[in-house]
């Protein structure tokens, strides 16, 4: 049974950081590339960043610059580093392939961000 779990999120303030780990069980995340999403109050899940087999990253416009997604292979483990926050991400985070396969989400990590 694959079982995704993500770890790391909690209140800060604004302008602080957070890292956020998304540890994988039943999958094994070498062969895959990664995503993280975020789904905040009244709005879709979106895209936040996705690393490549090889460890290419992509970001959404409106992270790029603050956020740094990265790989433990050898872990099964994916990190979010997300600096800078601001209230406009204040949301849950998830991890999950990129693109989605994995039918079933784990629980996500609340970030809370206070202006």
């Known amino acids: 049974q694959v079982q995704l779990v993500e770890s790391g999120g909690g209140l800060v303030q604004g302008g602080g950081s957070l890292r956020l780990s998304c540890a994988g069980s039943?999958?094994?995340?070498?062969?895959?590339?990664m995503g993280w999403y975020r789904q905040a109050p009244g709005k879709q899940r979106e895209l936040v960043a996705s690393i490549t087999i090889g460890g290419r990253t992509n970001y959404a416009d409106s992270v790029k610059g603050r956020f740094t997604i990265s790989r433990d292979n050898g872990k099964n483990t994916v990190y979010l580093q997300m600096n800078s926050l601001n209230a406009d991400d204040t949301a849950v985070y998830y991890c999950?392939?990129?693109?989605?396969?994995?039918?079933?989400w784990g629980q996500g990590t609340q970030v809370t961000v206070s202006s």
């Open positions: 999950n392939t990129y693109p989605v396969r994995i039918t079933s």
């Open positions: 039943g999958i094994s995340f070498s062969p895959n590339a």
